[in-house]
Structures are given as structure tokens and as C-alpha cells.
């Protein structure tokens, strides 16, 4: 984000440091993501992008739709409950072909949801390079995870073997003659 911007700019922030009112359309700039609350996650994803029209008023549209028809324009009492999260001239469209997303800082990547987070757009700040300890943060949670995997496994083979070994010590103890039959 340009430091040039007013508070309201900085992530997380509403309205100015000084006077944490709520936002309202004044706060906003074209192509600010918003975080916002709705009061009910149908068809809403509770993040939206503000647009501009032609007479350069701005409007915010809640991404669920993406860019399709049925988008919701938020309302006033709706962008109250928002904040900036970023802007989107801050960023470029992730090139899925060549780089990875998620081996960026996270200070230097960002995702925009619809369909509750099904579909995403990707972005990456411009100049940001691959981040040597994301990736290896990446490549530990993988290990924890495979080793955690590892061992639920052998946990299951030593059920299944003491089941086994059970089961087959019964049905031995079923083919022996019963004493007290006659």
C-alpha cells in the first residue's frame, strides 16, 4: 500500500487513528479489498472490492459472485463494518504457470475469495521474490505432517495386528472339542 494514502489505508484499519469511526465510502479508494460482515454468509463472502463509476463516485461489490451477475453492492451500514485489507494497484495477478503463491512472504502475497473460498484470484507485490523461510516453513509443516501421518499409520497396523492375532487365536479355540458336550 502507498504511503501516501490516508489511515484508513492501512490494513485493518478503519476511518483514521484518531477517530476509529467506522468507514464509509469517503474512506475508500478504487480497488481497496475490503473485509466486511455480513449478517448472513449466503450468497456473501465478506470481502469486496470497491469500484469506480463514470461521475467518480465509488461503490463496493462483495466478491461470492465473482464477477458475474447477482453481484451485491454493499450499503452504506454494510461498508461500515469494513476494513481495508489492500489494494489491488498494490499487487499483480499471480502467474500460475511459473510461480508458486503460497512460496511468497505472506506480507508480499494475497488472495481475493468467492464462493466461499472455493474460487480465489491470487496476487503477488510486484518485485517480491520466492521466500527462502516460507519455503522451508512449507517444507517443515509437510514433514510434521507426514510424520504425523506415519504414525497414525503404525498406530492402525498395530490395531489390526492385535486384532488379527486375537481373532485367530479364537478361532483356533473354536476348533477344539468341547469337554462338556457328550
Known sequence: MTDTVGAAHVKGMTATTTDPAPLTVDDLQEDDVLRWIPESRHTYEGAAVVHGREDGSLYAVDTFWGSGNGNHVLTP??????????????????????????????????????????????????????????????????????????????????????????????????????????
Open 77 to 182: 451500514a454494510e461498508i461500515a463494518t469494513a476494513t481495508v485489507e489492500w489494494n489491488i494497484n498494490d499487487f499483480r495477478p499471480a502467474d500460475a504457470r511459473v510461480e508458486t503463491w503460497s512460496d511468497f512472504a505472506p506480507e508480499d502475497r494475497r488472495h481475493l475469495p468467492s464462493q466461499h473460498g472455493l474460487q480465489a484470484t491470487y496476487w503477488i507485490r510486484p518485485g517480491a521474490q520466492p521466500d527462502h523461510g516460507t519455503m522451508v516453513a512449507k517444507a517443515e509443516d509437510r514433514f510434521r505432517d507426514a510424520q504425523s501421518k506415519l504414525t497414525s499409520a503404525q498406530a492402525a497396523v498395530d490395531w489390526a495386528r492385535k486384532d488379527l492375532d486375537r481373532l485367530r487365536a479364537d478361532g483356533r479355540k473354536g476348533d477344539q472339542p468341547r469337554e462338556d458336550t457328550c
